[in-house]
């Protein structure tokens, strides 16, 4: 299983995890019941976790995810310093290999 997704706002992972449920990727969501359900144990380990189970399926999910997730700064496009590809303004991640933008 490889972790695709986290966020303390569980609904979020729900959206998450339905969107790649829907494109027929299997999934798991670890932590699902725990915040504020296990007191004993600090904070970051309880946060939701959406998990992908099948290792091809994970770069497809990653696009998914990043497609859906909410715009962030918008900018002039920039062109990966990674896979060189060209990527639109508002996104601040490569859609091709993920990597980071770099201002
Ligand atoms: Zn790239």
């Given amino acids: 299983m490889i972790m695709v997704f986290e966020n303390f706002d569980f609904s979020r992972v729900g959206q ?3 969107l790649l449920e829907s494109n027929g990727i299997k999934t798991f969501i670890r932590n699902e019941y725990g915040v504020g359900g296990l ?9 939701p976790q959406l ?6 399926d ?18 002039d496009d920039w062109v990966c310093p990674e896979c060189g590809v ?3 303004g508002n996104f ?12």
């Fill in 16 to 18: 998450m995890r339905s």
């Fill in 39 to 47: 007191g004993e144990l600090p904070f970051v380990e309880v946060v």
């Fill in 51 to 56: 998990f992908v189970l099948e290792e091809k």
């Fill in 58 to 75: 994970v770069a497809r999910a990653k696009v998914l995810l990043l497609l859906d997730l909410p715009m962030e700064d918008s900018g």
């Fill in 86 to 88: 060209d990527v639109e």
């Fill in 92 to 103: 601040s991640r490569c859609w091709k290999c993920g990597v980071n933008r770099r201002d």
